[in-house]
C-alpha cells in the first residue's frame, strides 16, 4: 500500500532553516510528484509547491520563492522540503502529500515545525 | 496572485443540504477539488475534477461547477460531515502553481 512517513517535529529559532523528509513506499516513486502543503495553527491550507520525482523539476509558491527549496534522492525514495531564514509566522504542521489534482491522493502524517526563540 | 474564495463558514442541520461555494477567475478553464479535514487529520479527497466522487466516498457529496464558481453539496449532511472544507485549483498560467481557498467550516447541529 502506498505510504509517505514524514520525519519527526522539530523546533527552530528564527533565522533558522528546517529540512523535512517525506520517504515514500508502495508505489514506483519516479512516476509521481510530491506536493507540499502546510497548515498554521487554527489556519487554512496553504500550498508551497512540487516538485517532479522523475526529473526534479519544482513549482513554488510565490510567497516562498527565495526561501524554499524541494529536492527528492530517488535511491531512498524521499523527498524533502527545505525552508530557510525560518519567522514565527513558519510555525505550522507541513504536509507532503502525493497528488493534489488527481483521482486518489496520499498524505504524509505531517511534521509540525514550531519556530520560536 | 491567483485566490480561490469561499465562505467562512456554512451551518446546517442534520438531513439538510449543504453547499459550500467556491469562486475563481481560472475555473472555467481549470477544475476544482475538494478536500475534507477534520480536526487533527490529514486531509481527504472528497470530489476531484469539480463533480468526480473517489472510491469510498458517500453518495452524498456531490460538486459542480459553472463559470466562475464551484459548488459542494452534500446532500442529506450528517453530523459526522461537519469538518473543514477547502476547495483547491491551479491558476492558468503556463507555469501552473496551486492554490487553496480559505477553507470553510461546516456545522451540522
Known amino acids: 500500500q502506498v505510504q509517505l512517513v514524514q520525519s519527526g517535529a522539530e523546533v527552530k529559532k528564527p533565522g533558522a532553516s528546517v529540512k523535512v523528509s517525506c520517504k515514500a513506499s508502495?508505489?514506483?516513486?519516479?512516476?509521481?510528484?510530491i506536493s507540499w502543503v502546510r497548515q498554521a495553527p487554527g489556519q487554512g491550507l496553504e500550498w508551497m509547491g512540487w516538485?517532479?520525482?522523475?526529473?526534479?523539476?519544482?513549482n513554488y509558491a510565490q510567497k516562498l520563492q527565495g526561501r524554499v527549496t524541494m529536492t527528492t534522492d530517488t535511491s531512498t525514495s524521499t523527498a524533502y522540503m527545505e525552508l530557510r531564514s525560518l519567522r514565527s509566522d513558519d510555525t505550522a504542521v507541513y504536509y507532503c502529500?502525493?497528488?493534489?489534482?488527481?483521482?486518489?491522493?496520499?498524505w504524509g502524517q505531517g511534521t509540525l515545525v514550531t519556530v520560536s526563540s | 496572485s491567483y485566490e480561490l474564495t469561499q465562505p467562512p463558514s456554512v451551518s446546517v442541520s442534520p438531513g439538510q443540504t449543504a453547499r459550500i461555494t467556491c469562486s475563481g477567475d481560472?475555473?472555467?478553464?481549470?477544475?476544482a477539488y475538494w478536500y475534507q479535514q477534520k480536526s487533527g487529520q490529514a486531509p481527504v479527497l472528497v470530489i476531484y475534477?469539480?463533480?468526480k466522487r473517489p472510491s469510498g466516498i458517500p453518495e452524498r457529496f456531490s460538486g459542480s461547477s459553472s463559470g466562475t464558481m464551484a459548488t459542494l453539496t452534500i446532500s442529506g449532511a450528517q453530523v459526522e460531515d461537519e469538518a473543514d472544507y477547502y476547495c483547491?485549483?491551479?491558476?492558468?498560467?503556463?507555469?501552473?502553481?496551486?492554490?487553496f481557498g480559505g477553507g470553510t467550516k461546516l456545522t451540522v447541529l
Open positions: 481560472a475555473l472555467p478553464k481549470k477544475y
Open positions: 508502495g508505489y514506483t516513486f519516479t512516476s509521481y510528484g
Open positions: 483547491y485549483s491551479t491558476d492558468s498560467s503556463g507555469n501552473p502553481l496551486g492554490v
Open positions: 516538485i517532479s520525482a522523475y526529473n526534479g523539476n519544482t
Open positions: 475534477e469539480d463533480s
Open positions: 502529500a502525493r497528488g493534489l489534482a488527481v483521482a486518489v491522493t496520499y
